[in-house]
């Protein structure tokens, strides 16, 4: 294994800037002559348009353009805004409905773009909003998760969107035959909304032979290869760039319609546009997530031992495929289904179902919390019924470690893992031995406390390709070209540690480049915790290859050798030559060896990493008011090599808030006509720090086999885990009141609900 650059501390290097208010958001670097836009959004769910007249409004002082659905058409751009679907069981792939930039005939959800606005200023903009007048046709609302309904696209009959199955269903049902034990449990996952701290943003520019797009996504290749086919422009023709993200979790991953109709309106126009969100918008028009019910069994034989495992979900695309609408609840959610148990069959059956909401799509661990969540869900219920601790139910039906590579009924190959080990370092950490004191004092109190454990485990998603570029500037630094995108996590501090690791240069010499087209060929972005794993693993076989092409330039050069380069330094035994990096780079410069000052490395990985870990938390309940409060949380991760042990805590830490939020506090809720109810921050509630005790982490790696470095990604663990960690904290704090069942979000109301209630669900 690779070892540089693995114990990594200190302040991030991006802090400053970003603590000093030197930042460059999207806001902040819009060309000062562009155009502001605003959208009209669809006011209703459901609705036939029986006019749009804009003529008054476009007359309006400073309004440049209006367009709608037939200016986009007249401009060439007819195109689907993009929506991957899957095969389907029934035959063929999941239904494809058109998505179009601007509605033209029938608007499907509240916060659909009808028009957009173009003013010289933003106060112009908004003015003539408000003087368009739309007249429309009510249709019937479909909002349930369930076939059926009132149709919303005649491709998808019953509004079913994909029929789709992974598994033995045979095996699995003869499984179920044998069992000696059956425990069944339904899960609700509300939908949430990420709530970035930027709002979505963009501008287009067109300068009369090209479109330069920024916006502040996790990735420009998708939009560069999308806004080129959509608006008919050659590929060169596209140059795509992303400023500092405050914030992504995979909300901003997707093209979404709002940018094709801005960049199709910049070129036709000749001039530079610029969209910016305001907090209502953002919660109306981002893509939702999570929003599926699933019915989970669990088969065991005499001994406790897990014989099957079958899931039945239905989930919620909202009134169009998004970009990975159709994947999240399907293929990402089976990578994990059947977790870190040795689970012989399996069957998991999903459908999508489309309902006029906004589309739902990824979010922090797209899939992987979900599953897990179910699953962990159904391992304390099945703890309970069997009459076993949870944490003993669990250790018997690990996979072990003589297993490994393990394969998944999923088709997964698990490469590594001890699960026992960090399930018992995680209840030495929470000290679960003096759970019962706790408890009692809790209880001497008038309060109710719980405790909840969930053991998760991931499949690091995404590009499995990457490239590292470094290229020796004339200035005497050296600039690395990576193909993520940083969203807040840190990624300029690793990957310039890292590589000041590699190859002895100092930190402050070293620029990461990212998020620019014209600048790096491909890269595959940032989503799936992949980042610093494919990243580092790019940089490391960079790396080799540029120091033995070195070598060899100094060897020819001096006639000395062979040079070996060991703490930064080249060497040739013997004699007294010796070069830093950068002195080798300046005397290659010298010598015409232009080639020796860019070198570019593209790899693939052997396979997917696997991060694990137990979260066990600790809850108090009042009776009296159902007000639920987080008293203690414990995380054991096995993330493999740490390359920042310190920004991997941080990562853990964001990840268990957001977890939070959805398991206690968020929820999207629409009225029966479709109507957003939670469209605000006065309506839609974000935990606060106060909300939180100190979260311990710790650290019991197994280092993967699939990368050079042994890295295991760790962005989304921590809300991977909290969900189910905290749902059965929850009822494990209810249970002794008769409360046999608890949904997210666990809010006071519901709690004090359920405990006037018991045996009710």
């Given at each position: 294994?690779?070892?540089?650059?693995?114990?990594?501390?200190?302040?991030?290097?991006?802090?400053?800037?970003?603590?000093?208010?030197?930042?460059?958001?999207?806001?902040?670097?819009?060309?000062?002559?562009?155009?502001?836009?605003?959208?009209?959004?669809?006011?209703?769910?459901?609705?036939?348009?029986?006019?749009?007249?804009?003529?008054?409004?476009?007359?309006?002082?400073?309004?440049?353009?209006?367009?709608?659905?037939?200016?986009?058409?007249?401009?060439?751009?007819?195109?689907?805004?993009?929506?991957?679907?899957?095969?389907?069981?029934?035959?063929?792939?999941?239904?494809?409905?058109?998505?179009?930039?601007?509605?033209?005939?029938?608007?499907?959800?509240?916060?659909?773009?009808?028009?957009?606005?173009?003013?010289?200023?933003?106060?112009?903009?908004?003015?003539?909003?408000?003087?368009?007048?739309?007249?429309?046709?009510?249709?019937?609302?479909?909002?349930?998760?369930?076939?059926?309904?009132?149709?919303?696209?005649?491709?998808?009959?019953?509004?079913?969107?994909?029929?789709?199955?992974?598994?033995?269903?045979?095996?699995?049902?003869?499984?179920?035959?044998?069992?000696?034990?059956?425990?069944?449990?339904?899960?609700?996952?509300?939908?949430?909304?990420?709530?970035?701290?930027?709002?979505?943003?963009?501008?287009?520019?067109?300068?009369?032979?090209?479109?330069?797009?920024?916006?502040?996504?996790?990735?420009?290749?998708?939009?560069?290869?999308?806004?080129?086919?959509?608006?008919?422009?050659?590929?060169?023709?596209?140059?795509?760039?992303?400023?500092?993200?405050?914030?992504?979790?995979?909300?901003?991953?997707?093209?979404?319609?709002?940018?094709?109709?801005?960049?199709?309106?910049?070129?036709?126009?000749?001039?530079?546009?610029?969209?910016?969100?305001?907090?209502?918008?953002?919660?109306?028009?981002?893509?939702?997530?999570?929003?599926?019910?699933?019915?989970?069994?669990?088969?065991?034989?005499?001994?406790?031992?897990?014989?099957?495992?079958?899931?039945?979900?239905?989930?919620?695309?909202?009134?169009?495929?998004?970009?990975?609408?159709?994947?999240?609840?399907?293929?990402?959610?089976?990578?994990?289904?059947?977790?870190?148990?040795?689970?012989?069959?399996?069957?998991?059956?999903?459908?999508?179902?489309?309902?006029?909401?906004?589309?739902?799509?990824?979010?922090?661990?797209?899939?992987?919390?979900?599953?897990?969540?179910?699953?962990?869900?159904?391992?304390?219920?099945?703890?309970?019924?069997?009459?076993?601790?949870?944490?003993?139910?669990?250790?018997?039906?690990?996979?072990?470690?003589?297993?490994?590579?393990?394969?998944?009924?999923?088709?997964?190959?698990?490469?590594?893992?001890?699960?026992?080990?960090?399930?018992?370092?995680?209840?030495?950490?929470?000290?679960?031995?003096?759970?019962?004191?706790?408890?009692?004092?809790?209880?001497?109190?008038?309060?109710?406390?719980?405790?909840?454990?969930?053991?998760?485990?991931?499949?690091?998603?995404?590009?499995?390709?990457?490239?590292?570029?470094?290229?020796?500037?004339?200035?005497g630094r050296a600039r690395l070209y990576v193909?993520?995108?940083?969203?807040?996590?840190?990624?300029?501090?690793?990957?310039?540690?890292?590589?000041?690791?590699?190859?002895?240069?100092?930190?402050?010499?070293?620029?990461?480049?990212?998020?620019?087209?014209?600048?790096?060929?491909?890269?595959?972005?940032?989503?799936?915790?992949?980042?610093?794993?494919?990243?580092?693993?790019?940089?490391?076989?960079?790396?080799?290859?540029?120091?033995?092409?070195?070598?060899?330039?100094?060897?020819?050069?001096?006639?000395?050798?062979?040079?070996?380069?060991?703490?930064?330094?080249?060497?040739?035994p013997g004699t007294n030559r010796r070069f830093?990096?950068?002195?080798?780079?300046?005397?290659?410069?010298?010598?015409?060896?232009?080639?020796?000052?860019?070198?570019?490395?593209?790899?693939?990985?052997?396979?997917?990493?696997?991060?694990?870990?137990?979260?066990?938390?600790?809850?108090?309940?009042?009776?009296?008011?159902?007000?639920?409060?987080?008293?203690?949380?414990?995380?054991?991760?096995?993330?493999?090599?740490?390359?920042?042990?310190?920004?991997?805590?941080?990562?853990?830490?964001?990840?268990?808030?957001?977890?939070?939020?959805?398991?206690?506090?968020?929820?999207?809720?629409?009225?029966?006509?479709?109507?957003?109810?939670?469209?605000?921050?006065?309506?839609?509630?974000?935990?606060?720090?106060?909300?939180?005790?100190?979260?311990?982490?710790?650290?019991?790696?197994?280092?993967?086999?699939?990368?050079?470095?042994?890295?295991?990604?760790?962005?989304?663990?921590?809300?991977?885990?909290?969900?189910?960690?905290?749902?059965?904290?929850?009822?494990?704090?209810?249970?002794?009141?008769?409360?046999?069942?608890?949904?997210?979000?666990?809010?006071?109301?519901?709690?004090?609900?359920?405990?006037?209630?018991?045996?009710?669900?």
């Amino acid at each position: 294994m690779r070892a540089f650059g693995t114990s990594q501390g200190g302040t991030r290097r991006e802090d400053f800037r970003f603590l000093t208010g030197q930042g460059r958001y999207l806001a902040d670097i819009l060309p000062d002559d562009a155009l502001h836009a605003v959208f009209l959004r669809a006011p209703v769910a459901h609705a036939r348009i029986t006019a749009l007249e804009v003529d008054e409004a476009r007359a309006m002082p400073g309004i440049r353009a209006i367009w709608t659905a037939a200016e986009l058409e007249g401009a060439g751009v007819t195109g689907s805004v993009l929506g991957i679907t899957l095969p389907d069981q029934r035959g063929g792939k999941g239904a494809s409905p058109h998505r179009p930039a601007l509605s033209r005939e029938i608007m499907r959800h509240v916060g659909e773009p009808v028009a957009l606005i173009l003013g010289e200023t933003r106060a112009q903009a908004l003015d003539a909003l408000d003087a368009i007048v739309l007249e429309y046709e009510d249709l019937p609302v479909s909002l349930g998760l369930a076939p059926g309904g009132p149709a919303i696209h005649p491709q998808a009959p019953d509004n079913i969107a994909l029929d789709w199955a992974l598994g033995d269903r045979a095996a699995t049902e003869a499984a179920f035959a044998r069992a000696a034990h059956i425990t069944r449990v339904t899960v609700r996952q509300n939908r949430v909304t990420a709530a970035a701290l930027e709002p979505r943003a963009a501008f287009a520019q067109w300068d009369g032979a090209r479109l330069h797009f920024a916006f502040n996504g996790q990735g420009v290749w998708t939009m560069k290869r999308e806004l080129a086919q959509l608006l008919g422009l050659d590929p060169d023709q596209v140059h795509v760039s992303t400023p500092d993200v405050g914030g992504g979790f995979g909300m901003k991953v997707m093209v979404y319609p709002e940018h094709v109709a801005l960049a199709a309106a910049a070129r036709a126009l000749g001039c530079a546009a610029a969209w910016v969100a305001e907090r209502g918008e953002s919660i109306a028009s981002d893509n939702g997530a999570r929003d599926l019910t699933s019915m989970a069994e669990m088969a065991f034989d005499a001994d406790n031992r897990i014989l099957g495992y079958r899931v039945n979900s239905r989930f919620n695309l909202g009134a169009y495929n998004s970009q990975f609408g159709q994947n999240i609840q399907t293929a990402l959610f089976s990578k994990v289904f059947t977790g870190v148990y040795d689970i012989p069959a399996a069957h998991l059956q999903v459908q999508g179902i489309y309902t006029n909401t906004t589309p739902v799509d990824a979010y922090r661990g797209a899939g992987r919390p979900e599953a897990i969540t179910l699953l962990e869900r159904v391992m304390d219920m099945a703890a309970r019924e069997l009459g076993l601790s949870p944490f003993a139910l669990r250790a018997r039906n690990f996979i072990p470690v003589a297993a490994f590579p393990y394969a998944t009924p999923a088709g997964e190959s698990y490469d590594v893992g001890d699960f026992a080990r960090v399930q018992a370092r995680a209840e030495e950490l929470a000290d679960v031995a003096g759970y019962g004191a706790r408890k009692a004092a809790s209880a001497a109190r008038g309060l109710l406390r719980g405790l909840g454990v969930a053991y998760y485990i991931e499949a690091i998603l995404g590009d499995a390709n990457e490239t590292a570029t470094l290229e020796f500037t004339d200035t005497g630094r050296a600039r690395l070209y990576v193909g993520t995108q940083s969203n807040g996590q840190g990624h300029e501090t690793v990957y310039a540690r890292h590589l000041a690791a590699l190859t002895g240069l100092e930190e402050g010499q070293i620029d990461i480049i990212q998020g620019d087209s014209d600048l790096i060929a491909q890269g595959g972005g940032t989503g799936g915790s992949r980042s610093v794993t494919v990243q580092s693993t790019a940089t490391i076989a960079m790396v080799d290859q540029m120091l033995a092409d070195f070598a060899a330039f100094l060897e020819a050069e001096t006639g000395a050798g062979p040079f070996a380069f060991e703490d930064g330094i080249f060497a040739a035994p013997g004699t007294n030559r010796r070069f830093a990096l950068i002195e080798a780079a300046d005397l290659a410069r010298q010598r015409g060896q232009e080639g020796l000052l860019r070198h570019s490395r593209k790899i693939r990985l052997d396979g997917r990493s696997y991060p694990n870990g137990a979260h066990i938390c600790e809850v108090e309940i009042d009776p009296e008011t159902g007000a639920l409060h987080l008293d203690r949380y414990f995380a054991v991760d096995d993330f493999g090599t740490l390359m920042n042990p310190a920004l991997a805590q941080g990562q853990v830490h964001g990840g268990v808030a957001q977890g939070y939020g959805q398991a206690v506090l968020e929820e999207v809720i629409f009225d029966a006509d479709g109507q957003l109810l939670s469209g605000s921050f006065m309506d839609y509630a974000m935990p606060r720090a106060s909300d939180f005790p100190t979260i311990r982490f710790a650290s019991e790696p197994v280092p993967s086999r699939n990368n050079p470095l042994g890295m295991k990604g760790c962005g989304e663990a921590g809300t991977v885990g909290a969900l189910a960690a905290l749902s059965n904290a929850a009822l494990d704090a209810l249970w002794a009141r008769g409360v046999r069942h608890v949904d997210m979000p666990l809010t006071p109301q519901r709690i004090w609900g359920w405990l006037q209630a018991p045996q009710g669900k």
